[in-house]
């Protein structure tokens, strides 16, 4: 069975700290990732896609994401996070952009 | 360009009231979902329609039905809301790379 796990509920970071978010994933055949950010009473945004080639990919707002097959992982990381970062923030698995899996998303909290 | 929108974007039901969230999209997509978000469980398939004219069950369809009314418009319909189905509800439409979602729709069902 398709699933993704985000072992972190709630990060808290100081502005300027770096960041990574954890995700970890269970497909059946390659693996098609994604990240998503939710803004506090928005829809969701697409950050960053995997789908094949370079394993380190680049998104938007500075954010990156690599793509680790030997850990069924997909890390999300930014150098330098700003207050405008706080949100919750999504992992998902699918074939393509078709019936994506989400994970149950981690809350990120900035401190100034 | 609008993308994905949904209307209503707020709606308090009483238990067995019924009502229908609707959404459209406005990129030619094929491919158009239904998904539900509840605290610590991130989203969930309710429905989804691959193309016009066809509908299938997500993860969590019970309690809901959809139309599937043309290429832009898919409709998510509670006959007799639950209080288990207070919740925020979001659609979306797909392209071969990538889903865009709408605003979504905070229900309340008391």
């Known amino acids: ?112 | 360009n609008a993308g994905v929108t949904q209307t209503p974007k707020f709606q308090v039901l009483k238990t067995g009231q019924s009502m229908t969230l609707q959404c459209a999209q406005d990129m030619n997509h094929n491919s158009m979902y239904w998904y539900r978000q509840d605290p610590g469980m991130g989203l969930r398939l309710i429905y989804y329609s691959a193309s016009e004219g066809t509908t299938d069950k997500g993860e969590v369809p019970n309690g809901y039905n959809v139309s599937r009314l043309n290429k832009r418009e898919f409709s998510l319909r509670l006959e007799s809301a639950a209080p288990s189905q207070t919740s925020v509800y979001f659609c979306a439409s797909s392209s071969r790379d990538e889903q865009y979602f709408g605003p979504g729709t905070r229900l309340t069902v008391t």
Do not use: M
Not at chain 1, 3 to 32: F, K, W
Not at chain 1, 65 to 89: G, I
């Open chain 1, 1 to 112: 069975a398709q699933s993704v796990t985000q072992p972190d509920i709630h990060i808290t970071v100081s502005e300027g700290a770096s960041l990574e978010l954890r995700c970890n994933y269970s497909y059946g055949a390659t693996p098609y990732l994604f990240w998503y950010v939710q803004s506090p009473g928005q829809g969701l945004q697409l950050l960053l896609k995997y789908f094949s080639g370079d394993t380190l990919v680049q998104g938007i707002k500075g954010f990156e994401a690599e793509f680790k097959r030997s850990q069924s992982s997909f890390n999300l990381r930014k150098p330098s996070v700003h207050w405008s970062d706080a949100a919750e923030y999504f992992c998902a698995v699918g074939k393509y952009g078709n019936k994506l899996v989400f994970g149950a998303g981690t809350i990120l909290r900035v401190k100034s």
